[in-house]
Each structure stands twice: as C-alpha cells, then as structure tokens.
C-alpha cells in the first residue's frame, strides 16, 4: 500500500506544481545504520538543490492565512 | 399519474419496496423526498419530468439504510448515481440485493444506456454538454493548459484557485462517496479551526482520499460557492490512479488500489 501511495502522491504532487523530489521513501531495516544515514543525506542534499520549499508561509504569490477576526 | 409514478405504484403494491427515493416540489423548492407506501398520495408529487434536481440520493440511501437496517428502498438514478451506488457497495454501505434502481436517462457514455456526464461518449450526438469547454482534440483545454505549465506557474494556478476557499465542507457534504465515520479535515492538529483560507493541506487530502474513489459527478463543484474548479482537480487525483494503476472508479466488481478493509467501517448492513 505505501509503495502505491508513494507512487500516486510523486505524481499528485506534480499535479499541483510541486517538486516529485520533495518526497522520498527509503525501507531501512533497524540494523542498517549507515544507509539510514545515506539515505538520510541523500535526500537532504537533494532537498537543498531544490531550494525553499514552494508551500513556506506567504510565498508563491498567497497570502499568509489568518485567524477569523484577525483583521486581514 | 405519469410513467414513473405508476412504476413506484405497483412496486409498492407488489411490496417489491419498502420506500421509493426521488424528488418532489416542497414550498417552491425541488427537493429529495422518500416516498413510502404508507402514503400513496404523495406519489402524485413525485417529479418525473425536467427539470429533474441533482441531489446525492445514493448518499442518502446510506443514511437509511444505516437508521433503517434491511429496508428495501427504491431510487431513481442517474448514471452519476448508479457508479456512487456500484462504490458505495464496494464500501460495504449499501446491500444491492436491498436497492432497486430506477434508472433515469441523462445522455450516452460507455457505461450504458442513455447517461450523462465525463463518462460521455460522444457529447455533441445528443445535445449533452460535457462538463468542461473541450478544445479541438475534445479534452478539457483549462487542463491542457494547466499540464503545460511549469511547476512553479502550475502551483500558483493552484494555489490562487484554493484561496477563494472558505472551508465550508460543502464539497465534502455532498460528495456521494463521502461516507466515513471519522474525517482528517476535521482533525485540529491537521486542519486548524479558523484558519480562512485552510492550507493546501485541507485539499490535497481530500485529493488523495478520493483518487481512485471520486465517481466524477461533479455535484462538488455545484455546491462550492467560491467556483473553485473542483471537478478537474478530483478528476487529476483519478487520471493518475488510471495511468499507475488501471483503474477507474464507477463501475461494478473491481475495487480501487486504494481499497483496504477498515477504511470505512462496515455499515448497518443486515
């Protein structure tokens, strides 16, 4: 079930507009501790390159959300 | 009494059903109405001819047949219906031995006999309009357009689209398919109260919920008061589930990739 999930939501998110790389599944078994860490920064390297996330708070153009009442 | 009045009449008489589910007029609205063999009368205000109102009956079905455990009920069906009642099923919500559909024509799709909607066939043959402008090749062009952007515009298109969004859950209210006891837009920690408009979040969950269940009825997209273009957003969620997977929701037997027991509880089936 989540290797289907994985698969649908890479490409959900490029449905939207946001990077497929900004997701990632690795199976790491308890013992397998330097590809936990491979994996781990692999994946981080690769989040770097992609810079900023497209979602942070008031960028890509929406406004920030606000409380009811907060007086937009 | 019309054709369809006298058909519920004599399944009535013949105790084929324990109620009929169609529309009447109710102080100048068209509204769904059980009709029930107690009250024969009211067969007469039964609505057969057009305008016929759109409302999610299989959704309703579930409603009864969850107060009312082994009751025989009749409903008259769109094609939209009939592939929210063949999901319904899958779901364990609605028991087809106890459902007798009343199949109403719309326009021509694969699927059957005089239908309407996305499933159509051939929209300009019957004077049926599909649910969106097509271009030349017939597809949705806004969704031609939409693919052809590049990430960053597509997100933005996206985004300003979800910002009109004033969470009032219509779209979840309606959906037909929406039957679980439990909700994640309704989990604080995920979709915070008062947060107007709710984070890109409240959407892609519905988006992922539905793919590979949303039957395309479009009554979402009626309900939404901000015009969001829900329908080509579900219908993204359920090409992806096709192109990964082969599957398109509707229609009988085969259940969606995502499918999994415990996903919603089994109803008050008998």
């Known amino acids: 079930m989540t290797q289907k999930r994985m698969a649908f939501l890479k490409e959900l998110m490029n449905f939207i507009g946001i990077h497929p790389d900004r997701l990632n599944v690795t199976w790491v078994s308890s013992s397998e501790a330097p590809q936990f860490a491979e994996a781990v920064t692999s994946f981080v390297n690769r989040l770097r390159a992609l810079g900023p996330s497209p979602l942070k708070r008031g960028m890509a153009g929406m406004p920030a959300p606000a409380m009811v009442g907060e007086g937009r | 009494m019309n054709s369809i009045q006298q058909i519920v009449h004599a399944l009535f008489l013949a105790e084929k059903i324990d109620g009929f589910l169609g529309y009447r007029k109710k102080d100048g609205h068209l509204l769904p109405h059980l009709f029930s063999p ?144 439990e909700c994640s837009l309704e989990d ?54 096709e192109k990964l997977f082969g599957y398109k929701p509707g229609k009988e037997g085969d259940r969606s990739p995502f499918h999994r027991l415990g996903l919603v509880e089994k109803g008050n089936l008998p």
């Open chain 2, 188 to 241: 604080e920690e995920l979709i915070p109260a008062g947060q107007i408009p709710p984070d890109l979040t409240f959407h892609l969950v519905r988006a992922t919920h539905l793919a590979g269940f949303c039957i395309d009825c479009g009554l979402c997209e009626e309900a939404c008061p901000a015009g969001i273009p829900l329908r080509r957003f579900y219908q993204g969620g359920n090409r992806i589930v």
């Open chain 2, 38 to 181: 107690e009250n024969p009368d009211e067969l007469s205000a039964l609505i057969s001819d057009d305008p016929i109102p759109r409302y999610p009956l299989p959704k309703i079905l579930v409603e009864i047949s969850r107060a009312y455990p082994g009751v025989r009920v009749g409903l008259l069906a769109r094609e939209c219906d009939q592939r929210a009642l063949n999901e319904l099923v899958k779901l364990n919500q609605i028991n087809p031995e106890k459902t007798l559909i009343l199949p109403l024509p719309c326009c021509h799709s694969d699927l059957g006999e005089p239908t309407q909607c996305s499933y159509l066939q051939s929209p300009a043959d019957n004077g049926c309009r599909p649910p969106f402008s097509p271009g030349e090749d017939g597809q949705d062009s806004a969704r031609v357009e939409l693919d052809a952007l590049n990430l960053e515009d597509r997100l933005r298109s996206w985004k300003d689209e979800f910002s009109k969004c004033m969470k009032c859950y219509g779209c979840r209210n309606v959906c037909p398919v929406y039957v679980c006891k």
